[in-house]
């Protein structure tokens, strides 16, 4: 086997596809390099339906719709595949971070059943694209395991044992762990599956465009606005007439609407590594910590890869160096580990009451619809949405429409850790506007740095380039208004409340935010 080649972010070269950090995924490598073309200029300015964002959701949207005779453009802010679908571990589950025992005591039993009908439809769904449209993805039908190393993960573990079973979905006790981590009990889900999420993207990108779809890469929707006779969605000078507008943007962009206080942002941290031995597991395998741990192979180029994830945490909050330096010892710790060939965060979101939220979007005009609080189960859930938003822009019945319908409202589902959110995104609104350090003077900031910084008694966000010329930016979110903080692994400013983040220039990277940071310009 070849000698991998020695992958460090530090001196490998940019990859051509972007991604919503700065830290490079192991699925934006060479072998993907070519396949992604940015669209030519396009001047069509209407159709029966804009998506918006080109990640999982966006494409399987797209390729149902317009394989059902709608004309549909695809409008995405930067490059296919930029945001959390650029950045995820890629296992494809038939259970999700909601349980089905929370599903049950939240919604009951028949919708504990049905969202276990909805992954499993999801699962087979990959499957069917992969095999229908001929897409190399390297998906492979996997087993998972589950294991708990104490008595109170053992409890835990029982009755996700046990509300699988009653919700149908198939799973067993086994006697030993895939791992080479103690086990005190290991549970087994057959019929899971693994994939490169970057090559499927692509197979639904190219049949897409095969039945006439069109992609606008580097197009970002600021507005849709209805008229007499539907929408227009907005970029620029750009107008796109359509009947419908599918947000399939992770988090819904613009105002501060339910949905963003209904959504907790997360980062999540993943290593690609290799080992000296051979101890790479075969199928996918948690532990059942807090946050958990998980782990799954995969083979590009001939190298084989561990990937590890997890250390997860709300979004600006912890440092995400310490974060990858936890998950690295933990790593080591349990791993004859050679090289660590790539390391990479990215976000999700954790729905309010433990259910993604798919459907019309409540509270704006017909035709608009929405996709988000998928937890890290967006492989699956972002598959189902696409299946679910194409009947209902088509006016057609979908059988889990109303269990995952945005506009529903079950307060005592919702989960007292969305209390402790919101009222942490009020404690960042008024104490993030009292702390900063002072800073004599702009050449204190060490270069490729970030921070939030009293210049002169005013909050500045300030960013020193590696060639030293510094940006000065107002903290302030645009979205709600919260202090953004300095990210300096993905090097990006990241607001703790909604999510929103943006480049050390201060440019929009993500919503819900619609506008860049203010420049601010300082007295000399
Ligand atoms: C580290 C990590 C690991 C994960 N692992 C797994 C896993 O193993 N299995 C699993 O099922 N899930 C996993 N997830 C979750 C899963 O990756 C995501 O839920 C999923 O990729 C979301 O896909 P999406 O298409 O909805 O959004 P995205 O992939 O984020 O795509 C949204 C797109 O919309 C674009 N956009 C945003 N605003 C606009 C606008 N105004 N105009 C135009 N375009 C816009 C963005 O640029 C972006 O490209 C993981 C998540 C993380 C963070």
């Given at each position: 086997m070849n000698e991998p080649e020695k992958q460090n972010t530090s001196f490998?070269?940019?990859?051509?596809?972007?991604?919503?950090?700065?830290?490079?995924?192991?699925?934006?490598?060479?072998?993907?390099?070519?396949?992604?073309?940015?669209?030519?200029?396009?001047?069509?300015?209407?159709?029966?339906?804009?998506?918006?964002?080109?990640?999982?959701?966006?494409?399987?949207?797209?390729?149902?719709?317009?394989?059902?005779?709608?004309?549909?453009?695809?409008?995405?802010?930067?490059?296919?595949?930029?945001?959390?679908?650029?950045?995820?571990?890629?296992?494809?589950?038939?259970?999700?971070?909601?349980?089905?025992?929370?599903?049950?005591?939240?919604?009951?039993?028949?919708?504990?059943?049905?969202?276990?009908?909805?992954?499993?439809?999801?699962?087979?769904?990959?499957?069917?694209?992969?095999?229908?449209?001929r897409i190399d993805c390297d998906l492979e039908t996997k087993d998972a395991y589950v294991y708990a190393e104490d008595e109170s993960q053992q409890k835990e573990l029982d009755?996700?044992?046990?509300?699988a079973l009653r919700a149908g979905v198939n799973a067993d006790v086994v006697a030993g762990s895939p791992l080479p981590i103690p086990a005190l009990k290991v549970i087994r889900l057959p019929g899971q599956a693994q994939f490169h999420p970057l090559k499927y993207l692509t197979g639904l990108r190219k049949v897409f465009e095969a039945l006439g779809g069109i992609v606008l890469e580097h197009t970002r929707i600021e507005d849709v606005e209805q008229e007499e006779n539907g929408l227009i969605a907005r970029s620029g000078d750009?107008?796109?007439?359509?009947?419908?507008?599918?947000?399939?943007?992770?988090?819904t962009p613009g105002g501060v609407n339910a949905l963003h206080f209904l959504n907790a942002p997360y980062?999540?941290?993943?290593?690609?590594?290799?080992?000296?031995?051979?101890?790479?597991?075969?199928?996918?395998?948690?532990?059942?910590?807090?946050?958990?741990?998980?782990f799954r192979s995969?083979?590009?180029?001939?190298?084989?890869?561990?990937?590890?994830?997890?250390?997860?945490?709300?979004?600006?909050?912890?440092?995400?160096?310490?974060?990858?330096?936890?998950?690295?010892?933990?790593?080591?710790?349990?791993?004859?580990?050679?090289?660590?060939?790539?390391?990479?965060?990215?976000?999700?979101?954790?729905?309010?009451?433990?259910?993604?939220?798919?459907?019309?979007?409540?509270?704006?005009?017909?035709?608009?619809?929405?996709?988000?609080?998928?937890?890290?189960?967006?492989?699956?859930?972002?598959?189902?949405a696409g299946k679910i938003l194409s009947d209902l822009v088509r006016e057609r019945e979908n059988p889990y429409a109303e269990l995952f319908d945005p506009g529903r409202i079950k307060p005592l589902a919702i989960n007292p850790e969305l209390i402790k959110e919101n009222a942490d995104v009020a404690y960042h609104f008024i104490a993030d506007r009292l702390s900063a350090e002072e800073l004599d003077s702009l050449r204190d900031v060490p270069e490729d740095t970030g921070m939030i910084a009293k210049i002169g008694g005013k909050k500045v966000a300030v960013y020193k380039s590696p060639s030293g010329e510094v940006h000065t930016l107002s903290p302030v979110c645009?979205?709600?208004?919260?202090?953004?903080?300095?990210?300096?692994?993905?090097?990006?400013?990241?607001?703790?409340?909604?999510?929103?983040?943006?480049?050390?220039?201060?440019?929009?990277?993500?919503?819900?935010?619609?506008?860049?940071?203010?420049?601010?310009?300082l007295p000399a």
């Amino acid at each position: 086997m070849n000698e991998p080649e020695k992958q460090n972010t530090s001196f490998r070269e940019k990859p051509i596809l972007p991604r919503d950090g700065s830290n490079e995924s192991i699925w934006q490598g060479s072998t993907f390099r070519h396949q992604l073309t940015n669209s030519p200029e396009n001047t069509e300015e209407s159709c029966d339906v804009v998506i918006v964002g080109g990640g999982i959701t966006g494409f399987t949207a797209a390729v149902r719709l317009q394989e059902q005779g709608k004309s549909v453009i695809l409008a995405e802010a930067h490059t296919v595949a930029y945001g959390t679908t650029g950045g995820t571990s890629a296992h494809i589950n038939t259970f999700a971070d909601t349980t089905y025992a929370e599903v049950e005591q939240n919604f009951g039993y028949d919708s504990a059943k049905l969202f276990a009908r909805a992954i499993q439809e999801a699962v087979d769904t990959i499957h069917t694209h992969a095999a229908t449209y001929r897409i190399d993805c390297d998906l492979e039908t996997k087993d998972a395991y589950v294991y708990a190393e104490d008595e109170s993960q053992q409890k835990e573990l029982d009755s996700l044992l046990e509300s699988a079973l009653r919700a149908g979905v198939n799973a067993d006790v086994v006697a030993g762990s895939p791992l080479p981590i103690p086990a005190l009990k290991v549970i087994r889900l057959p019929g899971q599956a693994q994939f490169h999420p970057l090559k499927y993207l692509t197979g639904l990108r190219k049949v897409f465009e095969a039945l006439g779809g069109i992609v606008l890469e580097h197009t970002r929707i600021e507005d849709v606005e209805q008229e007499e006779n539907g929408l227009i969605a907005r970029s620029g000078d750009r107008k796109l007439r359509t009947r419908a507008v599918v947000y399939a943007t992770h988090i819904t962009p613009g105002g501060v609407n339910a949905l963003h206080f209904l959504n907790a942002p997360y980062r999540s941290y993943v290593l690609a590594v290799t080992l000296n031995d051979d101890a790479y597991p075969d199928d996918l395998v948690y532990d059942m910590q807090e946050p958990y741990h998980y782990f799954r192979s995969h083979v590009i180029d001939g190298q084989k890869y561990l990937i590890v994830g997890g250390n997860d945490h709300k979004t600006g909050h912890d440092d995400p160096e310490v974060a990858f330096q936890e998950l690295e010892t933990y790593t080591k710790e349990h791993f004859n580990v050679k090289d660590i060939a790539y390391r990479w965060s990215s976000q999700y979101y954790v729905p309010a009451d433990g259910l993604p939220y798919i459907g019309k979007m409540p509270g704006s005009p017909n035709g608009l619809y929405t996709a988000t609080g998928y937890n890290g189960n967006g492989m699956i859930l972002g598959t189902i949405a696409g299946k679910i938003l194409s009947d209902l822009v088509r006016e057609r019945e979908n059988p889990y429409a109303e269990l995952f319908d945005p506009g529903r409202i079950k307060p005592l589902a919702i989960n007292p850790e969305l209390i402790k959110e919101n009222a942490d995104v009020a404690y960042h609104f008024i104490a993030d506007r009292l702390s900063a350090e002072e800073l004599d003077s702009l050449r204190d900031v060490p270069e490729d740095t970030g921070m939030i910084a009293k210049i002169g008694g005013k909050k500045v966000a300030v960013y020193k380039s590696p060639s030293g010329e510094v940006h000065t930016l107002s903290p302030v979110c645009p979205h709600a208004h919260c202090y953004v903080n300095w990210n300096a692994s993905e090097k990006s400013w990241d607001c703790p409340c909604h999510g929103a983040r943006f480049s050390p220039e201060g440019q929009l990277i993500t919503g819900p935010a619609r506008k860049d940071l203010e420049k601010l310009t300082l007295p000399a």
